[in-house]
């Protein structure tokens, strides 16, 4: 674009997955543009964002073209699992489970986003982005239409560099949408997290939980050990996700208005406190060590921006927005919005009219946060402790998953990325119905805690799938799962038909 070597066509703040997968992904399409990543931080430590669903395995091997590099050095995941657990759990074998009876039908994987990243951004180094690293962006200054302007320091020196179009990719720490007070936290979804890695984990599929339970063990077909297990409580849910070499990496999300994480020395022994009130967890954790050094915390994680592009910036995956860890959707809307601001800058770079794809982009993902988190994540704590509720809308929200969401990159490739979910015209219905059907079950649990009745087929029951497809098939399922809820509405929903009573009344969990 210029001679001056501080000038260039994109500037990206970030070199983690959303900054370098944009930076791949423009450097293949437009070989000659001129790119840089600045990345804060010398090397990628562990981070959260481990688990891969299928848009995102999707983007990683087909859009990116991981698969090989995918299966060699990161896990085969097997779908997600989840457990509860109640008064009459003494043991991991008496706990009700859902999950799928065999392997996953549609790849995805448990990776260890240290070495991930480090692949992604060094494929883009080597297609010609220039990596700035370790440099930390201060402050930019946005110009409409012109060149942006990136103040930065690397190993104590202050530069400053200019580019046409910035890419705003420094995930949580969202440098544009805090700098210009785009940033909103989500008042309605008062979660937090805490997470560490472990070792010495015990195995889900090994020969002493087998020889000790060997009914549970053979219930099911496939492996349990690499899917996502979930341990699930009233207003809280846990992750296990075992990685590549051995360490497992476990984290605890809660809503802060209802759980607290009990007192003690360290995160990782307040984790492991906290835990073992589920007889599962309890059970995996008993020879567990702590990774050294690997102990986090993070509250309020749900926000979003309210601006996601003009004409010269764009966000991309966490400083964009953050919805809620549950399903692990958090590397699908990466997916979407490096997609759509490759097409953005691609465009502009092809010497179109970029204004109508600015205003569509914030359109479309404004819309697509909102109604992702109305249609899933509200007031989802409140079902998270029971297992009949939560079976129903995971067989649902799964089922509307696979024949709204999988199969659209399923069937038509790359190009079905552009669309972020529930930004399309056809997406209102099931949006409507999604929002409805859990909102239901929330109240139908708010009720069953007032009535005492909360979780009581929380033992002895298994709820496995034979798994979804991405096909009409799975049209039948997702009927099976709705008259199992409609049962259920006339069976006790009417109950609470016409009662609305606000969360603040359920009383506070202590464990
Ligand atoms: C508790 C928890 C669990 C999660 N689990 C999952 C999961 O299982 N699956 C899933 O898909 N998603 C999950 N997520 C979400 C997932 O972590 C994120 O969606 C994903 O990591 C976003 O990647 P990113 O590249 O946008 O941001 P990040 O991975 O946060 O990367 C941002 C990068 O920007 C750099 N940076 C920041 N500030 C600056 C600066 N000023 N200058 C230069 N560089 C800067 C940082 O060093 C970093 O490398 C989880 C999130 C949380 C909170």
């Not at 007889?279 to 020879?287: H, Q, Y």
């Not at 702590?290 to 004409?311: E, I, K, M, Q, T």
């Not at 109305?374 to 696979?402: N, R, T």
């Amino acid at each position: 674009m210029d001679s001056d070597t501080n000038i260039y066509d994109v500037v990206i703040l970030g070199g983690s997955l959303a900054g370098s997968s944009t930076g791949l992904l423009l450097s293949r399409r437009f070989p000659g543009c001129k790119i840089a990543v600045i990345e804060k931080s010398a090397d990628f430590g562990r981070r959260v964002g481990e688990a891969t669903v299928e848009v995102s395995g999707f983007f990683l091997s087909r859009v990116l073209g991981l698969t090989q590099y995918l299966n060699e050095n990161h896990l085969n995941k097997q779908g997600m699992r989840f457990w509860f657990s109640n008064d009459q759990t003494s043991q991991l074998d008496q706990c009700s489970e859902v999950g799928g009876r065999y392997l996953a039908r549609m790849p995805a994987w448990q990776v260890d986003r240290s070495t991930l990243d480090l692949e992604v951004l060094s494929q883009a180094e080597r297609s010609g982005v220039q990596v700035i690293r370790p440099a930390k962006v201060n402050r930019v200054r946005l110009a409409d239409g012109g060149l942006q302007t990136v103040d930065l320091e690397t190993l104590g020196v202050r530069r400053t560099v200019r580019a046409r179009w910035v890419v705003d990719a420094t995930g949580f720490t969202a440098l544009l949408a805090r700098q210009n007070g785009w940033f909103h936290r989500n008042a309605e979804h008062p979660t937090s997290a805490i997470w560490t890695r472990w070792k010495k984990v015990k195995d889900f599929d090994g020969l002493e939980l087998a020889g000790r339970f060997p009914e549970w063990a053979s219930a099911c077909k496939g492996v349990r050990g690499t899917a996502t297990n979930h341990f699930m409580g009233d207003g809280w849910w846990a992750w296990c996700i075992p990685l590549k070499g051995g360490e497992t990496s476990i984290g605890v999300v809660f809503d802060h208005r209802r759980v607290e994480i009990p007192p003690g020395d360290s995160i990782p022994e307040r984790l492991r406190t906290f835990l073992s009130q589920h007889p599962v967890p309890r059970e995996l954790l008993a020879e567990a060590e702590p990774v050294d050094g690997d102990a986090n915390w993070r509250s309020h994680l749900a926000y979003c921006s309210s601006r996601f592009a003009g004409d010269g910036f764009v966000l991309v995956g966490d400083a964009a927005g953050f919805l809620d860890p549950f399903y692990s959707p958090g590397m699908d809307w990466l997916s979407y919005t490096v997609s759509r601001a490759v097409e953005l800058i691609g465009n502009h770079l092809e010497g179109q009219d970029t204004k109508p794809l600015v205003g569509r982009f914030n359109q479309d993902f404004c819309k697509s946060y909102d109604r992702w988190f109305k249609a899933i994540y509200k007031d989802k704590y409140d079902v998270f402790g029971d297992f009949e509720l939560m079976s129903i809308a995971f067989h649902l929200d799964l089922g509307m998953y696979y024949a709204g969401v999988v199969s659209q990159p399923v069937e038509r490739g790359e190009r079905a990325l552009l669309e972020p979910v529930f930004s399309t015209p056809p997406s209102a219905v099931p949006f409507r119905l999604m929002s409805f059907y859990n909102r239901r079950l929330a109240r139908m649990a708010r009720d069953r805690r007032r009535r005492g009745t909360a979780g009581k087929h929380n033992n002895g029951r298994r709820f496995l799938l034979n798994g979804f497809l991405p096909e009409r098939s799975t049209g039948s399922d997702i009927l099976k799962a709705f008259t199992r809820y409609m049962k259920l509405e006339l069976a006790e929903g009417w109950r609470s038909w016409f009662v609305q009573e606000p969360l603040e009344n359920t009383p506070p969990i202590r464990p």
